[in-house]
Structures are given as structure tokens and as C-alpha cells.
Nanobody, 119 residues
Framework: QVQLVESGGGLVESGGSLRLSCEVS????????LAWFRQAPGKEREFVAA????????RYADSVNGRFTISRDNAKNTVYLQMNSLKPEDTAVYFC????????????WGQGTQVTVSS
């Protein structure tokens, strides 16, 4: 099993920055990649960014490309989402998720952390 714990959410003004953290524990050798998703009130959950657990390949949603950066601290088994130039439409609960294969659904989920961007 894999456990994911997010932290770092909060309230920030438009144009500001936040860094989310996702601490990973358990059977990390099972992980193919880790991703960030978000869900705003009344909307479906959407993909934000992902990073391969081994290696450095990353991918981003068009809506955050160039503003958000996903990275990993190997020593801390932690994945980060650096969010810059935040907009009110970035307001959502952000979830960390992991999966075991490239084509598998994300099966490991954290509890989520709230990000609120004021205008």
C-alpha cells in the first residue's frame, strides 16, 4: 500500500504563490507516477500535473502550464507543486494521487488540501 499526505494549502491573493507538498510512504516501489488533481465546487475533478516517480518526465494541464511546477525530493519522498501567478479560478481542493502503471487509473489518493485564491 501507498499513503499520500498533502499539505501547504491556504488562502492567497491573486498573483501570489503557494507550494503544496505530498509526502509519500509505504510501498513506494509500486509507484509509476504521482499526479496532482484539483476539484472546484460544483465541478469535476481535473488533472493538473504529473511526474514520473523514477526519472524526471513531467506533464501539465494547459491551464497551469508555465505557472505550476511539479518536482520531487528523493530524500524526503515528497512531491511538490509550486504554484505561481495564481488566479481565482485555481481555487479548489488539490489532491495528490499515485498509480502503478502508465495506463492504470490513479488508485492512491491523499485527503486533499484547500487552495483559495482571492481576487
Amino acid at each position: 500500500q501507498v499513503q499520500l499526505v498533502e499539505s501547504g494549502g491556504g488562502l492567497v491573493e491573486s498573483g501570489g504563490s503557494l507550494r503544496l507538498s505530498c509526502e509519500v510512504s509505504g510501498h513506494t516501489f509500486n509507484i509509476y507516477d504521482l499526479a496532482w488533481f484539483r476539484q472546484a465546487p460544483g465541478k469535476e475533478r481535473e488533472f493538473v500535473a504529473a511526474r514520473a516517480w523514477s526519472g524526471g518526465s513531467t506533464r501539465y494541464a494547459d491551464s497551469v502550464n508555465g505557472r505550476f511546477t511539479i518536482s520531487r525530493d528523493n530524500a524526503k519522498n515528497t512531491v511538490y507543486l509550486q504554484m505561481n501567478s495564481l488566479k481565482p479560478e485555481d481555487t479548489a481542493v488539490y489532491f495528490c494521487a499515485g498509480r502503478r502503471w502508465t495506463s492504470a487509473p490513479y488508485e492512491y489518493w491523499g485527503q486533499g488540501t484547500q487552495v483559495t485564491v482571492s481576487s
